[in-house]
């Protein structure tokens, strides 16, 4: 269980950074708002 959190965290750190690289500021911005909005809700 601890070696899968650890896992899906680490994905989770590369897809967005990988993400970051290949879309605009904009683009990303926008979706980690929506993301981050959605949460509070």
Do not use: G, V
């Amino acid at each position: 269980m601890k070696d899968t959190n650890k896992q899906d965290r680490e994905w989770m750190i590369k897809y967005w950074a990988e993400f970051i690289r290949t879309h605009s500021d904009k683009e990303w911005s926008k979706q980690q708002k929506d993301f981050i909005d959605s949460l509070i809700s």
